[in-house]
């Protein structure tokens, strides 16, 4: 089956390659990019992947496929976490929030959200900086309950950076619960590891473990992530 997906994406970028397909053809390159980066990850190459991404970016912007420009951002927000360059990452899941709101994609919103929220973890931002951008960009909007889960758990793991930590945990908790009444898997990975470094931060590591183990369990081999 891997190599099936991966013959199907060749496939298709050279398809709509060949019929001129502009929008179709950026389209499908960053969906195969996407591909190689799954099934072979060591031997991906994210800047030249970069390179591929900001091309089909352009090209997608250009045609106003918000979904298809969704698409190519994210991956573009992967591949600058990929590098290490978490104010890169949180630039482009910024732009990806800007498409999930014109598209209307309450998911494509709450993954900006998600990425946005680690990319200010892990970045450069004093604590309360980052707690008020975040803020700004998490109020931006009318979007639907996935995407103000994740707005929740993102504002929770920057209140426990600002050590309120007893508000964060409760925050995080209705979170996490929320994304899993709804069966978002990949949502809730994302959630559980941040959970575990706000755990941490509040010097409970019995807590942190839980949440890593909580992510392990939500790894379903019979079914793809959500």
Do not use: K
């Not at 053809?25 to 992947?49: G, I, K, M």
């Not at 109020?139 to 950076?161: C, D, F, K, N, W």
């Amino acid at each position: 089956m891997p190599a099936r997906a991966e013959a199907i994406a060749a496939h298709a970028v050279g398809v709509c390659g060949a019929l001129g397909l502009n929008g179709p053809h950026a389209r499908a390159l960053v969906e195969h990019q996407r591909v190689l980066l799954a099934l072979r990850p060591e031997t991906f190459n994210p800047r030249a992947s970069a390179r591929v991404a900001a091309s089909a970016t352009a090209t997608l912007r250009a045609s106003g496929d918000e979904r298809g420009l969704a698409g190519a951002v994210h991956h573009r927000c992967e591949l600058a976490w990929l590098i290490g360059d978490p104010v890169g990452s949180c630039g482009h899941a910024a732009e990806m929030l800007g498409v999930a709101d014109r598209a209307g994609s309450d998911f494509d919103a709450a993954l900006a959200l998600m990425f946005t929220a680690w990319c200010f973890v892990e970045g450069p931002w004093p604590a309360a900086e980052a707690l008020d951008r975040y803020a700004a960009l998490a109020s931006g909007g009318e979007r639907g309950p996935t995407a103000a889960l994740a707005a929740a758990g993102g504002h929770a793991i920057l209140v426990a950076l600002s050590g309120r930590n007893a508000e964060a945990r409760d925050e995080m908790a209705r979170a996490r619960a929320g994304l899993g009444e709804r069966g978002l898997d990949r949502l809730a990975i994302y959630l559980a590891l941040l959970d575990s470094v706000g755990a941490g931060l509040a010097g409970d590591a019995p807590a942190a473990g839980r949440a890593i183990a909580d992510a392990r369990a939500a790894l379903r081999p019979d079914r793809p992530l959500v």
